[in-house]
Nanobody, 126 residues
C-alpha cells in the first residue's frame, strides 16, 4: 500500500505561482512512476503531468507544458509540481497518483495509476 498526501494548494492571483508537493509513504517510492491529475469544477479529472521512477522521462498535458514542471526527490519520497503563470483555468483540485511499478512508456491515463491522494485545492482568482 502507498499513502500519498498532497500539500501546497491555496488561493493565488492570476499570473502567480504555486508549488505542490506530494509526500509518499509505504511501498518503495523510487520504483513508481508518479503523476498529477486535476479536476476542475463541473469537469472530469484530467491528466496534468507525470515523471518516471528515475526522473529520466516526463510527460505533460498540452495545456500546461509551457508553465508547469514536475519533479521528484526519491530521497525525500516526494514529487513536486511547480506551477507558474497560473490562470483561472487552472483552478481545480489537484491529485497525486502513483503506479504500482514503472511503466514504459510513461502513462497519462488514470487506469495506470493505482494509488491516489485526496487532493489539494488550487484556486486562481483576483
Amino acid at each position: 500500500q502507498v499513502y500519498l498526501v498532497e500539500s501546497g494548494g491555496g488561493l493565488v492571483q492570476p499570473a502567480g505561482s504555486l508549488r505542490l508537493s506530494c509526500a509518499a509513504s509505504g511501498r518503495t517510492f523510487s520504483n513508481q512512476d508518479m503523476a498529477w491529475f486535476r479536476r476542475a469544477p463541473g469537469k472530469a479529472r484530467e491528466f496534468v503531468a507525470a515523471v518516471a521512477w528515475d526522473s529520466t522521462f516526463t510527460r505533460y498535458a498540452d495545456s500546461v507544458k509551457a508553465h508547469f514542471t514536475i519533479s521528484r526527490d526519491n530521497a525525500k519520497n516526494t514529487v513536486y509540481l511547480q506551477m507558474n503563470f497560473l490562470s483561472p483555468d487552472d483552478t481545480a483540485v489537484y491529485y497525486c497518483a502513483a503506479t504500482r511499478s514503472p511503466i514504459i512508456p510513461l502513462m497519462s491515463g488514470e487506469s495506470a495509476y493505482v494509488y491516489w491522494g485526496r487532493g489539494t485545492q488550487v484556486t486562481v482568482s483576483s
